[in-house]
């Protein structure tokens, strides 16, 4: 049974940071590219960050240069650091993964979710 369980959430200041972390198990972690989606109300899920099992990252612009993927193959987890976060950056964000060296940006091509962590940035 796959599971991916975030971690990391939190309320925040604008400007400050977190750090989020995705825990696998359940599949061979490192033949996955793993995704980090966030979700506003009442927008749709958009990929953020995206890392393949050959450690190549898209960053839509919208967060480059802020925002950062990372993997450790041995602890089957993948990580979101995210700096110099804004109001407009307040999602629940979820962790994904699919079986391919493409780094997909639409949802539907993930094979697998985790149930999401609640990033609030206060002004």
């Known amino acids: 049974q796959v599971q991916l369980v975030e971690s990391g959430g939190g309320l925040v200041q604008a400007g400050g940071s977190l750090r989020l972390s995705c825990a696998a198990s359940?599949?061979?972690?490192?033949?996955?590219?793993m995704g980090w989606f966030r979700q506003a109300p009442g927008k749709e899920r958009e990929l953020v960050a995206g890392?393949?099992?050959?450690?190549?990252?898209y960053y839509p612009d919208s967060v480059k240069g802020r925002f950062t993927i990372s993997r450790d193959n041995a602890k089957n987890t993948v990580y979101l650091q995210m700096n110099s976060l804004k109001p407009e950056d307040t999602a629940v964000y979820y962790c994904?993964?699919?079986?391919?060296?493409?780094?997909?940006?639409?949802?539907?091509?993930?094979?697998?979710w985790g149930q999401g962590t609640q990033v609030t940035v206060s002004s």
């Open positions: 994904a993964a699919d079986r391919s060296i493409i780094i997909f940006t639409t949802t539907h091509q993930y094979d697998y």
């Open positions: 890392i393949n099992y050959r450690g190549s990252t």
């Open positions: 359940g599949l061979t972690f490192n033949r996955y590219a």
